[in-house]
């Protein structure tokens, strides 16, 4: 997903940048760039947390996510 974020922002901003901005090293860009139609092996985990997510973003506060 990093490297989609950073192909598309490629053409306004230097690559250098942008992937330090993304933490990410220049060759794992470039091997995640040659092999667009791989399938996610986590395409169902990044799901669920997801789902996760949103479903509790209702139920919980900054009280209940902070602790003091």
Excluded: N
């Amino acid at each position: 997903m990093k490297t989609q974020v950073i192909a598309a922002f490629k053409a306004d901003y230097a690559l250098p940048v942008l992937l330090a901005v993304a933490g990410l090293a220049r060759s794992t860009f470039f091997y995640h760039q040659a092999r667009p139609d791989r399938p996610d092996p986590q395409a169902g985990l990044k799901t669920a947390i997801t789902e996760a997510f949103e479903a509790a973003a209702a139920a919980t506060g900054i009280g209940e996510s902070t602790s003091c």
